[in-house]
């Protein structure tokens, strides 16, 4: 069955470095979201993906982060420079259809900013 | 804006006991109504769905949520738990023309043998 993966599984970083976080969706998909859940709260939207744009992004989403699809298969997450607070799970999910909005995830992964 | 809430952060029961998460959402306009998995070290599964039609749905493993306008509310149910259910169970909404899910805090299932 196809499914979403991402890499890594699990990434820590200094505060004020660079990561990217790479997903790759379900092959025939074209809506893709990338989602956060800080420990002990809840699963949070920041941004959707569609046509090679950013089609809707949250508050959360400001300058410090930024998605691409580099090519026909991976969708990536960066976020410039990290601060502690950036420390969460990232989920990517994709869509074949904007219909009922039902959206595949990956299994995260776990940032850690120290 | 949509909002959901799920009453209880953790919910435990003893296996073969009735399971029962508990969902409330806020929506001006008819909703659609998730609940989706996580297993430990997994990614969110999709358990089931409404959207429109038939307001009790069925899922996988058993489980199933009936959608009451009146009430706002989605509740997961499973007639009989197993010990395989444990995981974090989590609800979400959103509507037509939307571009994301908004979930409730999610409630941790803890089976007891």
């Known amino acids: 069955e196809p499914e979403v993966t991402q890499t890594p599984s699990h990434q820590v970083t200094q505060m004020g470095q660079e990561v990217i976080l790479r997903c790759v969706p379900i092959s025939n998909h074209l809506y893709f979201y990338w989602y956060r859940q800080i420990l002990g709260q809840k699963v949070e939207f920041l941004v959707s993906?569609?046509?090679?744009?950013?089609?809707?992004k949250s508050e959360i989403f400001d300058d410090q982060f930024s998605v691409e699809r580099p090519d026909g298969s991976n969708f990536t997450l960066k976020i410039r420079s990290t601060k502690l607070e950036d420390s969460a799970m990232y989920f990517c999910a994709s869509s074949g259809t904007r219909a009922y909005n039902e959206q595949f995830f990956g299994p995260g992964t776990r940032l850690t900013v120290l | 804006a949509q909002s959901v809430t799920q009453l209880g952060s953790h919910v435990s029961v003893s296996e073969g006991a009735l399971v029962l998460l508990r969902c409330n959402y806020s929506s001006s306009v008819p909703p659609y109504l998730f609940w989706y998995v996580q297993y430990p070290n997994q990614g969110l599964q999709l358990l089931l769905k409404y959207t429109t039609g038939a307001t009790l749905v069925k899922g996988i493993n058993g489980f199933e949520a009936e959608f009451k306008k009146s009430e706002t509310s989605f509740h997961l149910t499973k007639p009989s738990a197993h010990m395989s259910d444990a995981a974090e169970y989590f609800c979400?909404?959103?509507?037509?023309?939307?571009?994301?899910?908004?979930f409730g805090q999610g409630t941790r299932l803890t089976i007891n043998p």
């Open positions: 979400a909404v959103t509507v037509q023309g939307a571009q994301k899910l908004v």
């Open positions: 993906f569609y046509n090679n744009e950013i089609s809707e």
